[in-house]
């Protein structure tokens, strides 16, 4: 499927991909969240949504991200998101996090709408951040530049605590990913 759309260009990243899963299944949590965080952000360049496909805003499947080699902050979050579900970390320790990044640090007024990954070691833990930005893999707490709006997985949408508020219906770019990586093979 990945050739047949991308040609033999993408194989190689995606045979590591497989290999980084496959190892992965093994590893303590750290090190899924650390190895994951490290092999997306040092492999794929970061382009906007009308560079890589054309459209104004697209989330793209683990496959598409990795045949294009390239994506925006969502498709970094998502494709981490599915690679440690791959790896056995369940559903309810990950959650996608829509936030307003402050550009130019925790002091500045200007913001930008960003994506991340959250992984919560218990569910009113506070959570880790695997973030494109920067590779380290911080506490909430130590995110002063990120200020939360909601956050996400397949089960619903969070909008404070750790049960969910509001059912992925109202999520439709999710919604439709979800089809898509389900037809490439990933469970929901």
Same mark, same amino acid.
């Given at each position: 499927?990945?050739?047949?759309?991308?040609?033999?260009?993408?194989?190689?990243?995606?045979?590591?991909?497989?290999?980084?899963?496959?190892?992965?299944?093994?590893?303590?949590?750290?090190?899924?969240?650390?190895?994951?965080?490290?092999?997306?952000?040092?492999?794929?360049?970061?382009?906007?949504?009308?560079?890589?496909?054309?459209?104004?805003?697209?989330?793209?499947?683990?496959?598409?991200?990795?045949?294009?080699?390239?994506?925006?902050?969502?498709?970094?979050?998502?494709?981490?998101?599915?690679?440690?579900?791959?790896?056995?970390? *369940?559903?309810?320790?990950? /959650? @996608?996090?829509?936030? =307003?990044?402050?550009?130019?640090? #925790?002091?500045?007024?200007?913001?930008?709408?960003?994506?991340?990954?959250?992984?919560?070691?218990?569910?009113?833990?506070?959570?880790?951040?695997?973030?494109?930005?920067?590779?380290?893999?911080?506490?909430?707490?130590?995110?002063?530049?990120?200020?939360?709006?909601?956050?996400?997985?397949?089960?619903?949408?969070?909008?404070?605590?750790?049960?969910? *508020?509001?059912?992925?219906? /109202? @999520?439709?770019?999710? =919604?439709?990913?979800?089809?898509? #990586?389900?037809?490439?093979?990933?469970?929901?």
């Amino acid at each position: 499927m990945l050739t047949k759309r991308f040609g033999e260009g993408p194989l190689k990243s995606f045979q590591e991909w497989q290999v980084l899963i496959n190892a992965g299944k093994n590893w303590s949590e750290s090190d899924k969240l650390k190895r994951t965080n490290e092999f997306f952000n040092r492999r794929l360049t970061f382009a906007d949504d009308m560079t890589v496909w054309k459209q104004q805003d697209y989330w793209a499947t683990p496959m598409e991200t990795i045949g294009m080699n390239a994506g925006d902050c969502e498709d970094f979050a998502i494709v981490k998101y599915y690679t440690l579900k791959e790896m056995g970390i *369940t559903e309810d320790k990950l /959650r @996608l996090i829509y936030v =307003k990044a402050r550009i130019g640090g #925790a002091d500045s007024t200007v913001t930008q709408a960003h994506m991340v990954l959250a992984f919560y070691q218990a569910p009113d833990a506070e959570p880790l951040i695997l973030d494109n930005l920067i590779t380290d893999i911080r506490p909430a707490s130590r995110r002063s530049d990120l200020q939360p709006v909601f956050s996400f997985n397949a089960t619903g949408v969070f909008t404070g605590g750790s049960q969910a *508020t509001a059912s992925i219906d /109202r @999520l439709s770019r999710w =919604k439709d990913l979800l089809l898509r #990586a389900q037809d490439e093979g990933f469970s929901p």
